[in-house]
């Protein structure tokens, strides 16, 4: 999408630093003539760049474009909006699948409204990464790679058939297939550009290539790991990556920019993994949300590209749209490191130099403004965790002991578990049997408190890193040596998010000791991080489940909300890779690595922390010596084989179709039986081929009934009145309490639904994984067995139902609501349903802080819209939430500064008003919006001021067609 022309005279021609023939025109911001551009942010400067080269007249105009020059002259940031258009979409396949359902869907809506279905294709290019469907089915077994590939293209292959269907019937879609490894990983060291050649892209004009600054949005809130490598990427929800696929400018509000200065660099045994859960905590106390952060000053060029990448990986868990490193020296030594061409890193040099993208020193005169900062002296870093339950939740090394005997007794919160004093030594004795899946049996232990269940290696933003991945094969060679061994119940696993992680480890000789441990290979893919971690051992299950035991899991992720590794790891610590493998070996997180060692060693003395961990130097030698460019070369030569593959173009990537692989034309050399092989009902047609028995993929109802035209005026569809609070929730309530992606529990309404279609307990999969299916997902909404509902903390509820309220022993079962008219508990699909279609009354739902905080999931929001959720008033919605519940047509309403539920004392069981006006032309962004609680009878009706977070004048327009979607579809049939 370049047209660019309002600013054709800023198009100039770029030659190389060294001289020579012209390598491509660009649109030159210093032919702008205007000193303002290099007060901007880099970030910024990219948002500018991608204005000008786009400007119509339409999508953008000139008026956009000196919106975002006067950022600082006409305080124009945060104040006003401005659309940015992508240079592409990565999509991860629990992501993806529903996108790919919506534009399924799409050309069906579009056909029935008597337009061509062709129309709906992405024009920009998109790459869906398989990588969330693996789960830790096998582990330590030598075989646990092969074993759970089967099982999940097993498990999967509805959902695979429906992708491969996806990949042939649209054009600029690309799957890159199971086992390649995790989208951000892949997305760093594979299929970035940095610097973008549009004769490289699928209908580029070779002849008048364009050059620009990649850039890219996705559909999981972790594409801001990208950021790392000066690509500025970030998570928006799959409704609005559809429409940007559609060519829709992504409507932003020109962000303010936090400057982050890095001073000093990190100390001895301190890992990128203590430095980004610093930071998360910093700028969680900062208040970032929605806004860019930039680092810059003199520690930046101490952090490696892969340090970097930790940092920026953990934007959202510190709530920043962005966390951006801008392009320097470090990032074209790791394009060389990751194997792409010369000539393409020449490229990226020459023009982020030649066009203001490359970092320069504080007192040059183009360096940026910052009108807020945070500083940070690497040096003071110093090792941690996170938990027990929120990511910003930072842990010193040395004080989980004290702060983890803490957390156990008091009271229920982020921080604290609530046991009585009774009950914090209780303990059982357990004996594992002898399993498939594990290659234990017999051994006896013991489980308490704090006791270490699940252990793994995981997630690309450490996997990503070859120092901290290396320092945990060395951790574990170290443990070997001395003769420790790891406790047999504890689940652990290793899961690369690529496979040039296994190939530098065995090279290094440190895959080996990895393996003694428990911590082979399992897979490549999200595993543990998103919640495939799997089932625990029976014994263990029992055990955890009997005594009610508040068990424990220790990863290298980048989220630990209760409920999400493991429904029964109650406290889940993010560290780094290493101390991984150390709190395995401990199997507990009280202890006091100082003080008490890890084990004893074979020859019968004490084994401390300080005993197995490695020298720095010695890291940083075994990194260079095998972490070498061929490696990246060769393990996504492995993927593609080299018929189609284009190395010596820009970058180290396959020419644009992956449409011959999958006929067969270019096989991938790995995997060609189970994938490429893979059979696609309806191959080749336009529409999809929906099948009524599919449990996996269901045409979606979001356009039954729709008409070509809206009318002005306000109908019932959109006035909410006398509403249902259908759930009270407090602060942080995330997407995973909303939507979870994890497994589906017994006693659900998903696992009724299921199991009426013939479904068994084992075949059941993930949320997730069912994320094609709104049947499925409309159950499964707010079913997460750790959300905690405060109306069912009100008084007069818990003395109406207290004997519902007692609930059953045993596994965890879907979280229950009341249903006010007849004061009885039921699931919270089942209470909708009974709102929906006895009572004919509407829902909203009433939240606290950061309410959708987490994953960037738009079954968070398309989950409540089918329950019949008309609003969520909320105390501060987090960024992508918002957008996604405006692009289900759902209201986000918010309440006034230093207001919320608990000062206007709403329980939950009055009904709700919310009065809009009677037009939508009547309709502003950021609008005030009364709402009347009318109480029961004997209560106090109470009207409150909320403010209206549709925030731009495009999701005004959004609400009023219903949805992006539905707004989308009506423009491509015209």
């Not at 998360?280 to 520690?299: A, N, S």
């Not at 530098?504 to 911590?519: S, T, V």
Request: neutral net charge.
């Amino acid at each position: 999408v370049m047209s660019g022309g309002l600013y054709s005279s800023c198009r100039a021609s770029l030659r190389s630093s060294t001289g020579g023939a012209s390598l491509g025109s660009y649109y030159s911001l210093q032919s702008l003539n205007d000193n303002r551009v290099w007060a901007l942010p880099y970030s910024i400067r990219v948002l500018l760049e991608s204005a000008i080269r786009n400007a119509d007249g339409s999508l953008v105009t000139k008026d956009d474009v000196e919106k975002i020059l006067s950022y600082y002259s006409g305080n124009t940031a945060g104040n006003v909006e401005v659309p940015f258009i992508p240079a592409r979409v990565v999509l991860q396949d629990f992501t993806g699948v529903p996108a790919v359902v919506d534009l399924a869907a799409m050309r069906d809506a579009v056909a029935a409204l008597g337009g061509n279905p062709q129309k709906v294709n992405p024009l920009v290019p998109v790459d869906l990464v398989v990588d969330h469907s693996v789960q830790v089915d096998v582990y330590n077994d030598p075989k646990a790679v092969e074993k759970n590939k089967a099982i999940e293209m097993s498990r999967n292959k509805e959902r695979f058939q429906f992708i491969k269907w996806g990949s042939k019937a649209f054009q600029n879609f690309r799957v890159v297939p199971p086992g390649a490894g995790i989208v951000h990983q892949v997305n760093l060291e594979y299929l970035a550009r940095v610097v973008v050649n549009s004769a490289d892209e699928e209908g580029g004009d070779k002849s008048a290539p364009v050059l620009y600054p990649d850039s890219c949005v996705g559909t999981d809130s972790h594409t801001t790991m990208i950021d790392g490598l000066g690509v500025a990427g970030w998570g928006v929800g799959g409704i609005e990556a559809e429409a940007a696929m559609l060519g829709q400018p992504i409507a932003m509000v020109l962000p303010l920019v936090v400057g982050f200065h890095l001073s000093g660099e990190l100390g001895v045994g301190v890992t990128a993994t203590d430095l980004v859960l610093t930071v998360v905590e910093m700028l969680r106390k900062k208040k970032v949300v929605g806004k860019f952060v930039e680092f810059y000053g003199p520690g930046v060029a101490k952090l490696s590209l892969a340090d970097r990448a930790t940092v920026a990986n953990m934007g959202p868990e510190y709530g920043a749209t962005m966390g951006f490193f801008p392009i320097d020296d470090v990032t074209l030594d790791y394009l060389t490191q990751t194997g792409r061409s010369a000539k393409h890193v020449e490229l990226c040099r020459s023009y982020a130099k030649e066009n203001g993208f490359f970092l320069v020193p504080e007192t040059d005169a183009k360096a940026p403004r910052y009108d807020d900062t945070i500083s940070l002296d690497l040096s003071t870093v110093v090792p941690c965790l996170s938990g027990p339950k929120r990511p910003h939740d930072r842990v010193a090394l040395h004080q989980m002991p004290s702060d983890w005997k803490q957390c156990l007794s008091a009271p229920v919160g982020f921080k604290g578990f609530g046991l009585k004093p009774e009950h914090l030594d209780d303990q059982i004795e357990v004996t594992l049997a002898a399993g498939e899946v594990h290659g234990g049996g017999g051994e006896k232990f013991t489980l308490k408190h704090g006791s270490i269940v699940i252990a793994a290696i995981t997630s690309c933003t450490n996997t990503s890193n070859p120092e901290v991945m290396v320092a945990s094969g060395l951790v574990a060679k170290a443990a070997v040596e001395k003769g420790l061994k790891m406790p047999a119940h504890i689940k652990t696993s290793l899961a690369p998010g690529s496979n040039v992680v296994t190939d530098y480890l065995i090279e290094a000789n440190l895959l080996k000791p990895l393996e003694a441990l428990g911590f082979g290979v399992v897979g490549y893919g999200c595993t543990t991080c998103i919640g495939n971690s799997g089932e625990l051992d029976p014994a263990v299950t029992e055990a955890i489940t009997s005594k009610d035991l508040v068990s424990c899991s220790v990863l290298s992720g980048n989220r630990n909300f209760e409920g999400r590794v493991h429904p029964l790891t109650r406290g889940n610590y993010l560290a780094s890779p290493p101390l991984v493998v150390a709190y395995a070996l401990a199997g507990r997180v009280d202890i006091d690595f100082e003080k008490e060692p890890i084990g004893t060693g074979k020859d019968g003395s004490p084994v401390f922390l300080r005993d197995i961990w490695p020298d720095n130097q010695l890291i940083k030698q075994t990194v260079a010596k095998v972490n070498t460019p061929a490696k990246y070369r060769d393990a996504y030569e492995r993927i593609f084989t080299k018929r189609g593959f284009s190395i010596e173009k820009n970058v180290m990537r396959p020419v644009r179709t992956l449409k011959r692989m999958l006929s067969g034309k270019m096989l991938p050399s790995k995997g060609k039986d189970a994938w490429s092989m893979l059979k696609v009902p309806g191959e080749g047609q336009q529409l999809f081929q929906w099948d009524p028995e599919s449990t996996y993929i269901k045409q979606p109802p979001y356009f039954d009934g729709m008409t070509a035209e809206v009318s002005p005026v306000l109908g019932d569809a959109k006035k909410i009145k006398d509403a249902r609070c259908l759930l009270l929730l407090g602060d942080s309530v995330t997407t995973d309490h909303i939507s979870p992606a994890g497994n589906i529990a017994l006693k659900s309404p998903a696992a009724k639904y299921l199991m009426d279609r013939g479904v068994e307990r084992k075949d059941f999969n993930s949320y997730g994984a069912r994320r094609g299916h709104d049947e499925v997902m409309a159950r499964g909404t707010f079913a997460n067995v750790r959300m905690v509902n405060e109306l069912l903390k009100n008084e007069k509820v818990v003395a109406k139902c207290a004997d519902q309220l007692k609930g059953a022993k045993g596994a965890p079962e879907a979280p229950k609501t009341l249903h006010v008219p007849s004061m009885t508990l039921d699931y919270v699909y089942n209470v909708a349903q009974r709102y929906a279609n006895e009572d004919k009354c509407d829902m909203i739902v009433i939240a606290g802080k950061e309410y959708g905080t987490g994953s960037s999931r738009d079954w968070a929001a398309k989950g409540p819209y089918l329950l019949g959720m008309k609003a969520a008033i909320a105390t501060t919605f987090e960024r992508i939430h918002r957008s996604n519940l405006i692009g289900m047509g759902v209201l986000p309403l918010q309440f006034k500064d230093g207001e919320s539920s608990e000062t206007h004392k709403l329980t939950g069981l009055e009904t709700y008003t919310v009065h809009l006006p009677d037009t939508f032309d009547e309709i502003k962004p950021g609008m005030t919006i009364k709402v009347t609680a009318k109480a029961a009878p004997d209560g106090v009706n109470t009207t409150f001021d909320t403010t209206l977070r549709i925030d731009t004048m495009p999701e005004v327009g959004y609400f009023k067609n219903g949805g992006i979607l539905q707004t989308v579809v009506r423009q491509l049939a015209k």
